[in-house]
């Protein structure tokens, strides 16, 4: 055994001198000469070794063995920790560097997230600007004729000849808005969270659930609003002022002069006699009468056409949406000859027969224009001829 220990020393020893040894191997040296058993053994050992060394002068001297044995622990245990050492700058290295490397797929991964939102942002607001730019739907009731239709949240829509709404396809799902060109009837569902707007040139009609006529032909400059049941509010496109806001109670019609430079408030009140001033709103651009005729402003929905002491030019607007024609005056005076009664289901002929009958007006026919001429004018020409 000892034999065994004592070889097993000199080849550590040798390799150690050489520094050839691992590091498990100067352990194992280190615990082979610090044990108190192996001493005779290691003695031997580092002698046999050490003695090729020695020169000649030194034979006799003696070996500091303490000292050999404490320098060779000491170089062991700071190689050895040194190592070890290493090996935790290592381990700390690496760690630092995986946590770059975490941090940096974390960086990446909150950018890609980060960008992907915009984008789906982004492509939201895109589809919704061409949801409100491209996808409207508009119906359009031709001149001479009338359209129904009835919406998707319930609210029906009855058209007069040569209108038009225009809606998009958010309906009822963002917003109730309609834009209105012509005439209409509204019979508005009720939702209370989601009003009905209906946009009519320069205003803007607001209702929850309720009934009301709006005419407003952007060639007869003035926009007429007529309530027929519940309340709607009026304001102005641009206004935010909250007292500016016009409420009409049943029977109520609001004017709005959509021209003004044409239009005066003198003619305004020609058309509606029951206006009034509204103060609350613009003077010179919104009136509200009182008292309306709600049976003559919903007549058309019938197909009926109520006139009561209305001048002939005014007369002949409807007539030529509601029969698809044109009507050309000679003579500027005729066109203030005024008409009342009913008309129904009658004929364009019959119709202007009715008015030659009442009035010193007579006419001619060319497709689909119609001449109206004074009396006293057809007498000249007879008489020139």
Not at 111 to 131: P, V, Y
Request: with cysteine; proline share 2%; aromatic share 6%.
């Amino acid at each position: 055994m000892e034999k065994d220990i004592k070889n097993t020393l000199d080849i550590l020893i040798a390799k150690y001198l050489e520094d050839g040894c691992t590091l498990h191997e100067k352990k194992q040296l280190l615990e082979l000469l610090s044990s108190f058993d192996n001493e005779k053994s290691s003695a031997g050992a580092l002698f046999s070794h050490l003695n090729e060394f020695r020169e000649p002068q030194e034979e006799n001297s003696s070996v500091d063995f303490e000292k050999i044995y404490n320098d060779l622990a000491s170089e062991i245990i700071r190689r050895e920790t040194k190592e070890e050492e290493k090996q935790k700058l290592q381990k700390r290295a690496n760690v630092k560097r995986l946590m770059i490397q975490v941090v940096s797929v974390a960086a990446v991964f909150c950018i890609a997230f980060l960008l992907g939102t915009i984008f789906r942002q982004k492509n939201r607001e895109i589809d919704s600007e061409k949801s409100l730019t491209a996808s409207f739907t508009e119906i359009i009731a031709p001149l001479g004729a009338r359209s129904e239709i009835k919406l998707n949240d319930g609210t029906e829509v009855m058209l007069n000849a040569g209108s038009s709404i225009k809606y998009s396809n958010v309906y009822n799902s963002v917003n109730r808005d309609l834009i209105l060109e012509g005439e209409a009837y509204f019979k508005v569902a009720g939702n209370y969270d989601l009003p009905l707007v209906v946009a009519a040139g320069n205003i803007n009609i607001r209702a929850t659930g309720t009934e009301f006529n709006v005419k407003a032909y952007s060639d007869e400059g003035i926009i007429e609003t007529t309530l027929i049941d519940g309340e709607v509010e009026i304001t102005q496109k641009g206004n935010k002022d909250k007292g500016s806001v016009m409420v009409l109670k049943p029977s109520q019609k609001a004017i709005y002069a959509q021209q003004s430079d044409r239009l005066t408030i003198e003619k305004i009140k020609e058309i509606e006699p029951q206006a009034i001033e509204a103060v609350k709103i613009s003077t010179d651009k919104l009136l509200v009468s009182s008292k309306t005729d709600v049976e003559q402003v919903t007549a058309w929905t019938k197909n009926k056409l109520i006139i009561r002491s209305e001048n002939l030019e005014s007369l002949c607007t409807k007539l030529q949406r509601k029969y698809n024609v044109t009507f050309v005056f000679s003579d500027e005076e005729i066109k203030k000859h005024r008409f009342s009664g009913v008309l129904l289901d009658e004929t364009l002929q019959q119709v202007i027969d009715v008015i030659k009958l009442t009035a010193p007006v007579d006419y001619l026919i060319d497709g689909k224009t119609v001449v109206l001429f004074s009396l006293k004018e057809k007498a000249k020409t007879v008489q020139r001829n």
